[in-house]
């Protein structure tokens, strides 16, 4: 038997499925079943459209944790959200004083838990929080057992707590997620190989229906400790935590036995909150419009942006800079038999480099379980800009360093963030860049456009993340591409 879970492994993936048709933005739904609702009372549509002001008035001025389940497009949103970008840096990694320091994964967990009253939501691709779960006997695991022991508390105190995974194959360890059932926490295995031929990738919590993270880390101890990790967190924000918890309800229904996907999803699964009609609301004081987007598309509901339509406009908007860290980046469909090309990000990060001169840099994870054909797709895309043509197209290799101790953590030691940062917007996301995580696996990602509080700086969830990425751009631990015997060696891949 392998003693660990494969990091991130994904089972070969059998059946090469088109990508489903995607589904038609449906934003004014819910609106429209709240009429017809409503006609049924008041008959006339004149009435219609006065209940619809007062019900906006009405959410408009719901305190956090209020259960407005369905606010109307456009409608206000009061709360006083509060954003915190978070990060794990793993140990023994020091930037000596250069750059920000953000508020770890495990703080942030460790708070989210401890605000938690009534209910919390996690989805995750698997559990290996404990030593016990990789046989390993790491100091390092601490952190990921003391979550994990508190999570197992909540249900005593009443709370609800509900867990949607990836279905676990037989190699992974199911300790944890018998531990939650055991102690009262309600677990739901998605079978997503069956449904979409993917994974179930996102990771994200729901504390109340009131705060929420998403972002990169596994619900694995080495997320904590050992592996370089960026999420965001959003406390006292109902109008968003609601909206991510339409995304959680997706996967919760879809792990009941024999599940399949509802053709259209149910309406109150859809959102009035997209790329096209944002929500609108104040982020720490500062006025934005914000979505989330999920992937592959079965899984969007009316209303929900697809994924990879939401992270191309974010490409095609930008008119300076495109600064993506992802940990890794192939044109291709890579999990796929017969194997296929996808150029699909490619093509609009030459596109915006030659008809735009837009500044576009990549910084990719390099560790020894990246693949071979990921390197030479990365040279090709560096290549676009030469002496001569002095298009601005960078990528560098972002590599974790490890002791001799820390290189023997197995799938550990990795880059493992998921964002971009453009002089408009922040994208914050859950899938590796690669054909597959668009078209089949489940993903989400988090678009944060911030219109007030002036330009930026790091005032705005946009300056922070531009300041996280030129720290680890300029830090000792990345490489040019160009500087091939620098990075092989960093990398020690071969
Ligand atoms: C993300 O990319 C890395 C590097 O190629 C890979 O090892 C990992 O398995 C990928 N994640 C998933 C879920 O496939
Ligand atoms: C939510 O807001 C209330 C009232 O301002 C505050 O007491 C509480 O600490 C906030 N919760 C979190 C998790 O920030
Ligand atoms: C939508 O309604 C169905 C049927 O009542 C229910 O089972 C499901 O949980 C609801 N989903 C959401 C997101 O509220
Ligand atoms: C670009 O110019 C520099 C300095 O003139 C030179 O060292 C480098 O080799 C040139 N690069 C290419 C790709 O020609
Ligand atoms: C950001 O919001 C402003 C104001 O609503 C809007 O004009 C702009 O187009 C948005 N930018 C992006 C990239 O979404
Ligand atoms: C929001 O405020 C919190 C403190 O309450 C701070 O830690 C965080 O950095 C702020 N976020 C942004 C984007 O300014």
């Given at each position: 038997m392998k003693p660990f879970v494969a990091y991130e492994q994904l089972d070969p993936l059998e059946k090469p499925e088109e990508p489903p048709a995607p589904h038609q933005p449906g934003q004014f739904m819910q609106k429209y079943s709240r009429c017809v609702l409503l006609a049924g009372i008041l008959v006339t549509i004149v009435s219609c459209l006065l209940f619809l002001h007062l019900f906006n008035a009405w959410s408009g001025s719901a305190?956090?944790?209020?259960?407005?389940?369905a606010r109307g497009a456009g409608g206000p949103c009061s709360d006083p959200c509060r954003i915190v970008l978070v990060e794990s840096i793993p140990e023994g990694m020091t930037y000596g004083g250069n750059g920000p320091v953000n508020p770890s994964t495990f703080d942030t967990w460790m708070s989210l838990i401890g605000s938690t009253e009534h209910s919390l939501d996690i989805a995750a691709f698997y559990w290996t929080m404990t030593n016990e779960d990789t046989h390993t006997q790491e100091p390092s695991a601490a952190q990921g057992e003391q979550i994990m022991e508190e999570l197992l508390k909540l249900p005593q105190s009443g709370i609800s707590v509900r867990v949607a995974v990836n279905i676990p194959s037989s190699k992974s360890p199911l300790h944890d997620l018998q531990a939650l059932a055991q102690s009262g926490a309600a677990v739901r295995a998605v079978d997503m190989p069956r449904l979409t031929s993917g994974v179930l990738h996102t990771k994200l919590w729901v504390a109340d229906g009131t705060h929420l993270y998403i972002g990169s880390a596994n619900m694995d101890w080495r997320s904590l400790t050992q592996v370089k990790e960026l999420g965001i967190a959003v406390y006292n924000c109902s109008c968003l935590a609601q909206d991510l918890s339409k995304v959680f309800e997706a996967y919760w229904a879809l792990g009941l036995p024999d599940a399949s996907i509802p053709v259209p999803w149910p309406a109150n699964y859809s959102t009035a909150f997209n790329m096209e009609t944002p929500l609108e609301l104040r982020l720490n004081e500062t006025g934005a419009g914000v979505y989330f987007s999920s992937a592959p598309p079965a899984l969007c509901a009316p209303g929900r942006t697809e994924d990879l339509r939401a992270l191309l406009s974010v490409i095609d908007g930008a008119e300076e800079f495109v600064h993506i860290a992802v940990m890794s980046y192939q044109p291709t469909m890579e999990f796929s038999h017969p194997q296929r090309f996808w150029p699909v990000i490619d093509n609009h990060l030459r596109k915006a480099v030659y008809e735009r001169k837009v500044q576009v840099r990549l910084l990719v994870g390099c560790w020894r379980h990246s693949k071979a054909a990921m390197f030479p797709f990365l040279k090709s895309l560096a290549a676009v800009a030469d002496n001569k043509t002095h298009y601005s197209m960078e990528v560098r290799l972002f590599v974790v360093p490890a002791s001799a101790a820390q290189a023997k953590i197995p799938y550990a030691r990795v880059n493992h963030n998921k964002y971009m940062v453009t002089e408009k917007v922040a994208y914050i996301g859950t899938s590796n860049w690669s054909g597959d995580y668009f078209v089949r696996t489940a993903g989400s990602a988090l678009v944060v456009n911030e219109t007030g509080g002036g330009a930026g700086g790091t005032a705005t969830l946009r300056g922070q993340l531009q300041a996280v990425f030129e720290r680890d751009w300029s830090s000792q631990y990345s490489a040019d591409i160009g500087d091939v015997e620098r990075w092989q060696r960093m990398c020690s891949f071969h």
């Amino acid at each position: 038997m392998k003693p660990f879970v494969a990091y991130e492994q994904l089972d070969p993936l059998e059946k090469p499925e088109e990508p489903p048709a995607p589904h038609q933005p449906g934003q004014f739904m819910q609106k429209y079943s709240r009429c017809v609702l409503l006609a049924g009372i008041l008959v006339t549509i004149v009435s219609c459209l006065l209940f619809l002001h007062l019900f906006n008035a009405w959410s408009g001025s719901a305190p956090p944790g209020g259960r407005g389940d369905a606010r109307g497009a456009g409608g206000p949103c009061s709360d006083p959200c509060r954003i915190v970008l978070v990060e794990s840096i793993p140990e023994g990694m020091t930037y000596g004083g250069n750059g920000p320091v953000n508020p770890s994964t495990f703080d942030t967990w460790m708070s989210l838990i401890g605000s938690t009253e009534h209910s919390l939501d996690i989805a995750a691709f698997y559990w290996t929080m404990t030593n016990e779960d990789t046989h390993t006997q790491e100091p390092s695991a601490a952190q990921g057992e003391q979550i994990m022991e508190e999570l197992l508390k909540l249900p005593q105190s009443g709370i609800s707590v509900r867990v949607a995974v990836n279905i676990p194959s037989s190699k992974s360890p199911l300790h944890d997620l018998q531990a939650l059932a055991q102690s009262g926490a309600a677990v739901r295995a998605v079978d997503m190989p069956r449904l979409t031929s993917g994974v179930l990738h996102t990771k994200l919590w729901v504390a109340d229906g009131t705060h929420l993270y998403i972002g990169s880390a596994n619900m694995d101890w080495r997320s904590l400790t050992q592996v370089k990790e960026l999420g965001i967190a959003v406390y006292n924000c109902s109008c968003l935590a609601q909206d991510l918890s339409k995304v959680f309800e997706a996967y919760w229904a879809l792990g009941l036995p024999d599940a399949s996907i509802p053709v259209p999803w149910p309406a109150n699964y859809s959102t009035a909150f997209n790329m096209e009609t944002p929500l609108e609301l104040r982020l720490n004081e500062t006025g934005a419009g914000v979505y989330f987007s999920s992937a592959p598309p079965a899984l969007c509901a009316p209303g929900r942006t697809e994924d990879l339509r939401a992270l191309l406009s974010v490409i095609d908007g930008a008119e300076e800079f495109v600064h993506i860290a992802v940990m890794s980046y192939q044109p291709t469909m890579e999990f796929s038999h017969p194997q296929r090309f996808w150029p699909v990000i490619d093509n609009h990060l030459r596109k915006a480099v030659y008809e735009r001169k837009v500044q576009v840099r990549l910084l990719v994870g390099c560790w020894r379980h990246s693949k071979a054909a990921m390197f030479p797709f990365l040279k090709s895309l560096a290549a676009v800009a030469d002496n001569k043509t002095h298009y601005s197209m960078e990528v560098r290799l972002f590599v974790v360093p490890a002791s001799a101790a820390q290189a023997k953590i197995p799938y550990a030691r990795v880059n493992h963030n998921k964002y971009m940062v453009t002089e408009k917007v922040a994208y914050i996301g859950t899938s590796n860049w690669s054909g597959d995580y668009f078209v089949r696996t489940a993903g989400s990602a988090l678009v944060v456009n911030e219109t007030g509080g002036g330009a930026g700086g790091t005032a705005t969830l946009r300056g922070q993340l531009q300041a996280v990425f030129e720290r680890d751009w300029s830090s000792q631990y990345s490489a040019d591409i160009g500087d091939v015997e620098r990075w092989q060696r960093m990398c020690s891949f071969h």
